[in-house]
């Protein structure tokens, strides 16, 4: 507990404060520093994305966008949303570049608002097969506002059947396609994906949030030329801050900034744009590519590893960060809701994932998912992934037992300790 409780001369300002949230901080604190994070969709960043992110940036009004501001004293406002912009635009190669989405929904909402109107249809990835919330869900206001056309993966080889997604686009006839999934683990091919969109008059909308670092590093093919939109998060493997942002052709600039502001938010949140810049500025850098390249030799090292101690990869592997693994195939037995609990009581986080056409239902699941973007950030290596996978399926083979539990958990804060995290 002692390191818990700081000395009052050294106490920080939140400490002092609210000692209650500045407890929780430092709870969390030692919680990542002591778990394996295995969540796909999850990073660490930099001291420098932190900082900007806890910076006096809060503390500024800037409605509008640069130069064209609802408020005084927006000089280094405009300065820092220039600098996300142009670097974005130059990381992705993007005609126009809107930073201000909070998140990688109110990103898709301005899409699906500034070229739709409500009822229109949608064709996009079913959430059960892969696909994100706002690609269709009832529960999301996607599909509640829109007609929503959904496919899914190949029942046999799991992965995009492009002929399937042909027929089906003749079939409804959407007005705007969406491409890009938060649990596909292989190579999405969005030029097929356009052509299909102008076969059918449709637009074209790549959400590339779980792969836009490999997209920057040039490690997964760009949508940026094929699509008159692509949206994304900015913190899964871009390793920003938790946020969002559009990127579109030219003639789509001015009615995406419109609906973004002031169609559907209002102040943009500045400290979050300033690390957006800081991220940008580092995904720039040579080293970001060879990060990238490190993410997916762990996916392909951790893959390997499991299917050695016979897990069955849905989609047959994964080219990417990530991989949905099949748990009947080894331990029928087991839901993904059993493997979430375990694993974390051991300190190795990940989520429970329906696998495609799962019969257990959703907080069951057969599936789990796991992705390397944040274990690679600490500098682990295949060997590590290798070792991971291994205490996986000790774990998963001892149902759960405390003793194997308690087991693997000494193992893994030793390993941790010898991965710090980059703050
Ligand atoms: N919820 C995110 C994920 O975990 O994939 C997608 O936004």
């Not at 001015?254 to 940008?280: E, N, W």
């Not at 001892?398 to 010898?418: F, K, R, S, T």
Request: glycine letters at 8%; proline letters at 5%; one cysteine or more.
């Amino acid at each position: 507990m002692t390191d818990l409780w700081t000395d009052t001369e050294t106490a920080t300002p939140l400490e002092v404060a609210d000692p209650q949230v500045w407890e929780a901080l430092q709870r969390e604190r030692r919680r990542q520093q002591h778990t394996i994070e295995l969540i796909a969709s999850e990073n660490h960043v930099s001291a420098a994305v932190m900082e900007a992110t806890g910076s006096i940036f809060t503390n500024k009004y800037a409605e509008g966008y640069p130069r064209h501001r609802h408020y005084g004293g927006c000089d280094y406002m405009d300065q820092i949303e220039d600098l996300a912009r142009e670097r974005a635009r130059e990381l992705f190669h993007a005609e126009h570049v809107n930073v201000q989405p909070h998140c990688g929904s109110s990103a898709n909402m301005a899409v699906y608002m500034a070229c739709l109107k409500p009822g229109d249809t949608i064709m996009a990835m079913d959430l059960a097969q892969g696909g994100h919330l706002t690609h269709g869900s009832r529960a999301s206001f996607s599909g509640k506002l829109y007609r929503i056309v959904s496919y899914g993966v190949d029942p046999k080889t799991e992965q995009l059947d492009m002929a399937e997604i042909r027929r089906i686009a003749r079939e409804h006839n959407p007005d705007l396609i969406v491409t890009g999934a938060s649990v596909y683990s292989r190579t999405i091919d969005f030029e097929a994906f356009a052509e299909i969109a102008e076969e059918f008059d449709a637009l074209l909308m790549a959400d590339i949030a779980h792969i836009a670092g490999l997209v920057a590093a040039d490690l997964h093919p760009s949508p940026i030329k094929w699509c008159d939109f692509v949206t994304t998060t900015t913190h899964k493997t871009l390793r920003g801050p938790r946020s969002g942002m559009i990127m579109c052709k030219k003639q789509w600039a001015s009615a995406v900034d419109k609906t973004v502001f002031p169609g559907i938010q209002g102040g943009p949140l500045m400290h979050v744009i300033a690390a957006k810049a800081v991220a940008f500025g580092e995904a720039l850098r040579p080293d970001f590519r060879a990060y990238q390249q490190n993410i997916l030799t762990n996916a392909q090292a951790m893959c390997e590893a499991l299917r050695s101690h016979g897990f069955r990869m849905v989609g047959g592997g994964t080219d990417n960060h990530l991989m949905l693994v099949d748990l009947r195939s080894n331990h029928p037995a087991v839901t993904g809701r059993h493997a979430e609990v375990w694993l974390e009581r051991a300190g190795i986080i990940i989520n429970r994932n329906m696998i495609p056409f799962d019969e257990r239902k959703q907080s069951e699941t057969s599936g789990i998912r796991l992705g390397t973007p944040a274990t690679t950030t600490r500098g682990m290596g295949p060997s590590e992934m290798a070792t991971i996978a291994g205490w996986i399926n000790d774990i998963l083979s001892a149902h759960g037992n405390p003793i194997a539990i308690e087991q693997v958990h000494q193992q893994v804060v030793a390993l941790c300790d010898q991965f710090p995290l980059p703050h």
